[in-house]
């Protein structure tokens, strides 16, 4: 699945630029977006932020033998973290452009065309941007399986939550996708299959990774 970009017209402060103060209170505005798709991104940040918080602190003299796995879970958790801030930009712009596509004419055949064609685009991107962070929820639960056992037991439970987040990331974004693939035709809709599909698996794998932290802080 193609990463999606955000619009060059989006006027909206990047959410990597406010504060969390002004976010929420967006979020808890009647505007359109923010909404679940960015929420969605944003959780799936959280848990890449977690899981390389969690290998920064597993970089002691008697982690030595893991260094090379470490910095590369340390890289690819922050490269995850920048990627999904971008994908809650991207949402917005997303949802925006679905508005703006049914707000186009529709008094001619050929305003209806090109109105059809427009929504049509604007739904394909607006679902692509929740299945990009069905992607990185993937991702970072590979990351935090891997650090699991050799990571700084001081700080296990972060790796459950970053699972807990990303599994929270990847359902968020399967309802984001439905309710988009739903007013496409079958034949654009079809493209999103093998993401819904993935979210069941990785809904399954972040309970088994919390039960094993679980498992760990019980003793």
Do not use: C, W
Not at 28 to 47: E, I, R, S, T, W
Not at 110 to 126: F, H, K, M, P, S
Not at 169 to 193: K, T
Request: aromatic share 2%; glycine share 4%.
């Amino acid at each position: 699945m193609s990463q999606p970009t955000v619009s060059p017209q989006q006027t909206a402060p990047s959410f990597g630029d406010v504060t969390l103060e002004h976010y929420l209170s967006e979020l808890a505005a009647k505007v359109p977006a923010p909404g679940g798709g960015a929420v969605a991104a944003l959780h799936v940040a959280q848990a890449a932020a977690l899981v390389a918080m969690v290998a920064r602190y597993t970089t002691r003299a008697k982690d030595a033998e893991n260094r090379p796995v470490i910095d590369r879970i340390i890289e690819a958790a922050d490269a995850a973290r920048a990627r999904s801030l971008a994908l809650a930009d991207a949402d917005a712009a997303a949802f925006t452009a679905v508005g703006a596509a049914y707000k186009l004419p529709k008094d001619t055949d050929d305003q209806v065309a090109e109105r059809t064609a427009a929504i049509n685009a604007a739904l394909v991107e607006a679902a692509r941007v929740p299945a990009a962070v069905v992607d990185e929820a993937d991702e970072i639960l590979s990351l935090a399986g891997e650090l699991l056992p050799i990571g700084n037991p001081n700080v296990v439970t972060d790796i459950g939550a970053a699972a807990d987040a990303a599994r929270a990331a990847a359902q968020s974004s399967q309802l984001n996708i439905e309710i988009n693939v739903a007013s496409l035709p079958a034949e654009l809709g079809d493209d999103f299959a093998a993401a819904l599909v993935r979210v069941e698996t990785i809904a399954a794998r972040a309970d088994a990774l919390h039960a094993q932290v679980l498992h760990v802080v019980r003793g």
